[in-house]
């Protein structure tokens, strides 16, 4: 058995045991004071830090497991760390060696990933270290194996990694649910909270604990409010688009000044464009990298070691570097594009000056005029210390059926007690037990209105305890836990006999691609060739401008916060915070339309081009706007209005068309919308996508796993066809109420609409004009319209075909 | 109809919408790779629980498109079960549903490769079937076949890419046919894999289906080689 929680050491003592205040002398460090305050607190059932970037944050939250390892060795799993990534994982393995060593102390440190090698991994279950460090994921793993309950016996702490990037996503819930799962094991498992700065450390700590215990919070000393400022530049921005290379003169004079600087991009797309065009500026060669997601891991590993070796003055990058990694002696931090979120702007500034109580220095640079504003109130916020966060509706049944499924795996077990348990994780403490037995059902029999299935189910009920039906099953229920669905992607290798891989493209992106096409991957110009074996083949290219390269852009939505911000500006009599050219674009907006208000819709109708087009400025966030348009479009298409195409950007959808719309108001009717919400947007790619994530979470369709694809795919069939056939012949299949609910607060967003519906009251100010007017200038640049389809689609099949046919002299 | 006309071996047919093919002057109607019974079979050997609808949607489609034609006689081209359980353990109505379709007229099994033995159901089970210039069969066979005769086959389930949408279609040239898959639950093989350019050349068309069947040449499709994982 395991020690009781703080038997070991002393709580309520002030002083640290002897070898390991000897060790913080021998380098004539002082702990923190959250340090000690964590060695004070260590038998708290719960407890959640909140320190700033490098505020000493791990080593606050493993040195009550030294301590209590060091005066009381034992063997056996002691404490489970877990991080949102693999990489951290190995990161603090080797920074825990030093310590551990330097102390001498006799204590085991592994890190368990999807890379840890089979054997490894075997040997780990059965014989644990004392501190295991790995991932949601593989934590899920390891529960669902039979010998959970010995390798996790003796379990007496578990701490939670940068648990503010895992809290409110999928990865986080699945979280949840497995320390309640371990918290069955081990009854009386202590759990610590390592965050970043957040804006309501209760809710965090509401996660961390198991409800409805108590969760205190200690807040270390956030430390010297950071200097940030927005980057002047000689050129103005653009009126749209992203990307910031208007900048690019600057932002070298910036790397040249500094030590080590991280420029962060929110697409990996526009990282891409701006490291081309950074290194065609970059005349005195400065070493200069690029980091993002899609590149291939041997791409990425050669720029993090450059990185820790200091060999490197800038690294382009996306969010993929957030995390607390520590790279190396960044002294800037510049955000290009308007960071969307002031949270996540807080954090990435977090990233320079690794160095307690030493502000940290960033720059803003807005892509384009409007992001000038949204900077401006961003950097605002930021001083006032008011962050930003979306309330995290109840976990997702996902989530749930797949844990349901996992814990199936790991042997019999009785529904009332899994109910209760899984009621003990924070996100699904409200859940009625309605939902969990539909969720249970699922897992067992499909749960579909016509039993099918009754002889192959795949969970039985015998002797009162739910059981595998057929043991094989285990494997496939294994293979396919986690919560991450990626879009199905394809490699990319340079072409020739063991060409060097590059990273990897969306198959989407792929498939619109002929051999001459090129793209920009890892900085450099391709061509492409062709595709062998699932693998896109291309060569490198010089001196050719590259095709957008499309994959894997993560668009972020503005956060309500932001938008409220930005609409308050807007009442400012003048704007002397803003450069001239912004201001003076304001003003006139102001002289010949008006400006948004929080409290009223601002709607525009005017002629150009041919076209009569409309405006709605519902600074709803890109998700909502777009769904706006959707519904919106989809509303006139009935009334004879004849739309043709819609875009929408965080703060606006615009809206072109045949006919002249003259009294915008009963479009923005809430029943109608929410009805059109009911029927017609069941059918859209949004709810299909939404679907599939959905369905492969619960355990319907196998993922693609990598190595796992053939060429030829007539046996699966895409998981729109599923879609399909239970909204015809089962409408009320619980994996349509949850893709309904999933969408309605993801991609549709509907909740921000919702939300600007009530905000507006039915308040709304049409506009007509003879122009264009300034604030919509830009959305006529944007990227990313969308044609109201319908027969326009078959049209545009039965076109291209004729055009095929006739150059092959067959029309 | 919104089907596409085409002569093969000197038989004039119709490639339709739904993926079937009809031969007006035999009444003869062909559909391919039903795949009845996928669900349950995969529920059978413990793999994923799939919404059990699909044998029901296929005979619905089916059935509309026999009451509309009223064919003489009805050929399925192989793998018209997802395997040789899945027809034994069809459920009551379902057989009995392919019953009340088989009355009045001529029903052929063809075997397919998920299907080698009878179904145990109504109609006639053959390896081939030869009607006059045509043999159906489920996998095309390489090469010339030297008669004059033209060959009708299923079993790839051809897909093609089109203005950035995957679709089924038929492939054909002067002397082959190869139809789409027509059951519910059914993926697809895209024309640029190696196993389809090999056994229709370049000269061929694709028939896309869709509202109307469109042809388009395979060699403008080719052209622009896309990720062959097409899926609908």
């Known amino acids: 058995m395991a020690p009781g929680p703080g038997a070991a050491y002393h709580p309520g003592m002030d002083r640290l045991p002897p070898r390991i205040d000897a060790w913080f002398a021998a380098r004539g460090w002082v702990p923190h004071p959250h340090q000690l305050e964590m060695l004070r607190r260590a038998d ?93 994921e593989s934590l899920a793993l390891l529960l669902s194996y039979e010998d959970a309950a010995r390798t996790f016996a003796g379990l007496s702490r578990v701490i939670v990694d940068e648990i503010h990037a895992l809290h409110d996503s999928r990865r986080g819930d699945q979280l949840a649910l497995a320390l309640a799962r371990l918290e069955g094991l081990v009854p009386g498992l202590r759990r610590v909270g390592l965050s970043a700065t957040v804006e309501d450390p209760p809710a965090l700590a509401r996660f961390l604990a198991r409800h409805p215990d108590p969760c205190p919070v200690l807040q270390a000393d956030p430390g010297p409010d950071p200097d940030i400022r927005m980057l002047e530049t000689a050129s103005p921005p653009p009126w749209a688009g992203g990307g910031g290379r208007h900048a ?184 009625e037990r309605e939902k969990f037995d539909a969720c249970l059902d699922f897992a067992a029999t499909g749960g579909y209105a016509l039993r099918a299935y009754d002889r192959y189910q795949r969970l039985v009920r015998r002797d009162g305890l739910w059981h595998l039906r057929d043991p094989r099953a285990a494997l496939r229920i294994r293979m396919n836990l986690g919560t991450i669905v990626g879009t199905d992607t394809l490699k990319v290798r340079l072409r020739g006999r063991g060409g060097a891989p590059l990273g990897e493209i969306e198959e989407g992106f792929a498939a619109t691609l002929t051999p001459g096409d090129t793209f920009l991957m890892g900085g450099e110009v391709v061509r492409y060739e062709g595709l062998r074996e699932m693998t896109v083949e291309v060569s490198r290219e010089r001196g050719r401008e590259p095709r957008i390269a499309t994959y894997m852009g993560t668009k972020f939505a503005t956060s309500t916060q932001l938008a409220q911000r930005i609409l308050a500006m807007f009442r400012a009599p003048a704007w002397p915070d803003l450069p001239a050219h912004t201001a003076s674009w304001l003003a006139l907006q102001r002289e010949v339309s008006r400006l948004p208000e929080a409290d009223r819709l601002l709607v525009e109708t005017f002629p150009h081009d041919g076209r009569w087009h409309l405006v709605a400025y519902g600074f709803a966030g890109r998700n909502a706007q777009q769904t706006l348009g959707l519904l919106l479009t989809h509303r006139m298409e009935r009334e004879g209005l004849d739309p043709l195409g819609f875009v929408a950007t965080d703060y606006a959808t615009l809206i072109w068309g045949l006919a002249r719309v003259r009294d915008p108001a009963p479009l923005f009717d809430p029943r109608d919308l929410r009805a059109g919400l009911e029927t017609w947007l069941q059918g859209n790619a949004v709810m299909k996508r939404t679907f599939r994530n959905a369905a492969i979470i619960a355990g319907l369709i196998d993922r693609n796993l990598p190595g796992h694809r053939k060429t030829g795919r007539q046996a699966t069939f895409s998981s729109d066809i599923l879609y399909d056939t239970l909204r015809r012949y089962d409408p009320g299949h619980v994996l349509l109420d949850i893709t309904r609910e999933e969408a309605l607060k993801g991609l549709v967003d509907f909740g921000r609409i919702e939300e600007m519906l009530s905000r507006i009251g039915g308040r709304i100010d049409h506009v007509a004009l003879d122009r264009v007017t300034p604030l919509a200038a830009p959305m006529f640049l944007e990227v990313g319209k969308v044609p109201v389809k319908g027969a326009a689609e078959q049209r545009l099949v039965e076109e291209k075909a004729a055009r095929l046919m006739a150059e092959a002299g067959l029309a | 109809m919104n089907g596409y006309a085409l002569t093969l071996a000197g038989a004039a047919l119709v490639a339709l919408p739904s993926g079937a093919l009809w031969w007006p002057e035999r009444r003869l109607l062909a559909v391919a790779d039903l795949h009845l019974g996928r669900s349950e079979r995969a529920a059978r050997r413990g793999g994923t629980l799939l919404p059990p609808y699909e044998t029901e949607d296929t005979l619905a489609r089916l059935d509309a498109e026999i009451g509309r034609l009223a064919p003489a006689t009805v050929l399925c081209l192989g793998d018209s079960f997802d395997d040789g359980d899945a027809a034994a353990c069809l459920a009551e109505r379902h057989v009995l549903w392919i019953t009340r379709m088989q009355a009045g007229r001529r029903w052929l099994w063809v075997a397919g490769n998920h299907d080698p033995g009878p179904p ?83 000269k061929g068309l694709a028939l896309i289906l869709g509202p109307r069947v469109v042809a388009v040449p395979l060699q403008g499709l080719r052209a622009g080689v896309s990720a062959s994982s097409a899926s609908r």
Not at chain 1, 307 to 320: D, E, P, S, Y
Not at chain 2, 175 to 198: E, K, N, V, W
């Open chain 1, 248 to 431: 690019i003169p600057e932002v070298l004079d910036a790397i040249r000044r500094h030590r080590t600087t991280l420029i962060f991009h929110n697409t990996r797309a526009q990282a891409e464009l701006f490291f081309r065009d950074l290194w065609l500026a970059n005349e005195e060669g400065l070493p200069i990298g690029i980091h993002h997601g899609s590149l291939a891991r041997e791409q990425r590993q050669r720029v993090e070691a450059a990185m820790a070796a200091g060999a490197l003055r800038a690294v382009v990058c996306t969010g993929t570097l957030d995390l607390g990694i520590d790279w190396g002696d960044v002294d800037l931090v510049i955000q290009v594009g308007a960071p969307k979120n002031v949270k996540r702007l807080v954090q990435r500034i977090g990233r320079a000056n690794h160095r307690y109580n030493a502000p940290s220095k960033a720059l803003l640079v807005p892509a384009n005029r409007f992001e000038v504003v949204e900077c401006v109130a961003a950097l605002e916020a930021a001083r006032a210390h008011e962050l930003d966060g979306e309330p995290r509706g109840p976990g997702p049944r996902d989530v749930l059926i797949q844990h349901i499924l996992a814990r199936a795996c790991a042997g019999p077990f009785d529904a009332d007690a899994l109910y209760a348990e899984v009621r003990t994780a924070g996100p699904y403490a409200g859940l």
């Open chain 2, 120 to 202: 145990g159901l109504g109609g006639s089970h053959l390896a081939e079937c030869r009607e006059g210039p045509l043999v159906f069969r489920h996998v095309a066979l390489a090469g010339a076949a030297g008669d004059g005769s033209g060959e009708v086959s299923g079993h790839y389930h051809p897909k093609a890419r089109l203005a950035g949408r995957a679709r089924a279609c038929f492939l054909c040239d002067d002397r082959r046919l190869i139809l789409p898959a027509y059951g519910t639950y059914t993926g697809g093989l895209d024309i640029c894999a190696p196993a389809l350019a090999s056994l229709v050349g370049p």
């Open chain 1, 44 to 136: 708290a059932p719960a407890l959640l830090l909140v320190a700033p970037t490098g505020g000493g944050k791990t080593l606050a939250g493993f040195l009550p497991t030294l301590a209590e390892l060091a005066e009381n060795p034992r063997p056996g799993l002691h404490t489970l760390y877990i991080s949102p990534l693999k990489a951290l994982a190995a990161d603090i393995r080797r920074n825990l060696a030093v310590p551990v060593a330097g102390m001498g102390l006799d204590i085991r440190v592994e890190d368990r990933t999807g890379d840890t090698a089979a054997e490894a991994r075997r040997r780990q279950r059965a014989d644990p270290p004392h501190i295991l460090l790995t991932t949601p």
